[in-house]
């Protein structure tokens, strides 16, 4: 009996039922804070050492291991000579008679106090952080390395719609939607204790439903080993769709500026024509006719009529123009066809024949990267003409024109091009003007600043730009974008 105290650090008691007679080892009276013989070794004391809560629990145990052959293995409390209640593990073993009585018993005492006490200590924390974890102002859950739950926040429920209680279940069973790049992600977190993060992840729900949530997930460790992960996360699916929104409405204010600085533009377009367009010819009309009053000769009147004839005929071209543009304005809702861009290339090239043969002209072009743009016809065929008499009027007279056009596709646009290799313009000097009314950079005795003027008002009515590129003496790029629209 010394030996196996000795060994373990267990007290020994020993019970004659038939005589009895118990015996306490000195150890065993150590555990309790007495000397050996300092109380009387018995059933009745042992009995009264029992914390009154658990004296209950021992008796039912000690009769079930003499009538049932139930182990005899009980965790109580009991009182040391200093008053206080320890716990302590009590173990032992009956020995029966040819009847089946118990005539014997044995077996030892263990203080595990410190066990309990650490043990109280963990389930206080436990609940401590339960309590916490369910009362978080956040999106929290705690899983096993098997992604079970084991705690789980209020917010975490309610974010992603869970009803009752998810402990123990697996997390992938609850998301089944969750896709392989977040499997992998918690390996990463599991298997090498990564922490992860994200700002803006986007999580298609498997109703179809769409949430956008920020999160981090991290290792929890248990004895310095992996034991599990916490993932915290924030669903801004609110925020992401007012982001969405202000974005899309910045856009349309860009968009709406760019037009108003377009038709202020326009306006001081318009201001101009009226004011200067109109003001010269008609002035010139007046000074002619107080020229022929102050002296009304043959001479001087043939000299007014064929001036104001003049002036009237340049007073018509500005009113026409002016009429055209008004038109085009009215006109921004013009029916849109599909158009085919080699079509009416071909019949733009028909309708100037002579003059790109008188030029010996080379024209080549490749749609093949968009053969369509949908555009109103009458307008297409304008800005071809455009663009393609404009590169033979301002030919180099040192080479044969060449002029390239060619086409590419976006999802939003179709773009034109049309390269030349003509005479090319300044745009350090030009290029704010070279879209106006009656601008003419060249000595070209055909040129009136028209065409491009209306390509442009042409192009912008139905929602697209008109921009160039252009080098002196080496030629011209312009860029049709028309919007997609179909």
Known sequence: MQLLELGSNMGIWDWDLEREIKWWSDRFYALLGYQPGEITASYDTFMGLIHPEDEKGVLMAFESHLKNNIKFDVQLRLR????????????????KNEKGEAIRMAGSLTDINDYKRAEYEREVSRKNLASFVKHAPAAVAMLDKDMDYILVSDVWLKDYKLEGSVIGQNHYEIFPEIGDDWKEQHRLVLEEGKVL?????????????????????????????????????????????????????????????????????????????????????????TALLNLYKSDPTP???????????????????????????????????????????????????????????????????????????????????????????????????KRKPHIVFTSKNSKKFTTLTCTDNGLGINLERHGEKIFGLNKTFHRNPDARGVGLF????????????????????????FTVTFLNTH
């Not at 040391?80 to 020995?95: A, L, P």
């Not at 460790?221 to 924030?234: F, K, V």
């Not at 290339?345 to 369509?372: C, G, R, W």
């Not at 008002?457 to 011209?476: K, W």
């Open 80 to 95: 040391r000579k200093s008053g206080k209640y320890f716990w302590y593990r009590c173990q032992g073993q009956s020995k």
């Open 197 to 285: 993060t994200n700002n803006k992840d986007k999580f298609i729900r498997a109703d179809g439903s769409v949430q956008y949530l920020q999160w981090e997930i991290r290792p929890w460790y248990q004895s310095d080993e992996i034991a599990g992960i916490i993932m915290l996360t924030n669903v801004i699916t609110d925020i992401v769709k007012n982001e969405e929104a202000l974005k899309k409405k910045n856009k349309q204010l860009k968009e709406l500026a760019k037009k108003l600085t377009s038709q202020n533009t326009q306006l001081e377009d318009y201001a101009y024509i009226t004011s200067h367009n109109l003001r010269s010819p008609v002035g010139n009309i």
């Open 299 to 397: 001479e001087n009147l043939d000299f007014a009529l064929t001036n104001i004839t003049e002036s009237a005929n340049t007073l018509n071209q500005t009113i026409d123009n002016l009429s055209e543009l008004f038109t085009i304005k009215k006109e921004i809702h013009k029916k849109r066809i599909n158009l085919n861009l080699e079509e009416i290339l071909k019949q733009t090239m028909a309708s100037i024949s002579q003059e790109i043969k008188s030029k010996k002209a080379i024209i080549e072009y490749d749609f093949s990267q968009a053969t369509h743009v949908h555009f109103p016809k009458a307008y297409l065929e304008s800005v071809m003409l455009n663009l393609l008499t404009n590169a033979l009027k301002y030919s180099s007279p």
């Open 454 to 477: 209306i390509t442009k008002a042409q192009i912008e009515a139905m929602g697209g730009t008109i921009n160039v590129e252009s080098t002196v003496d080496e030629g011209s790029t």
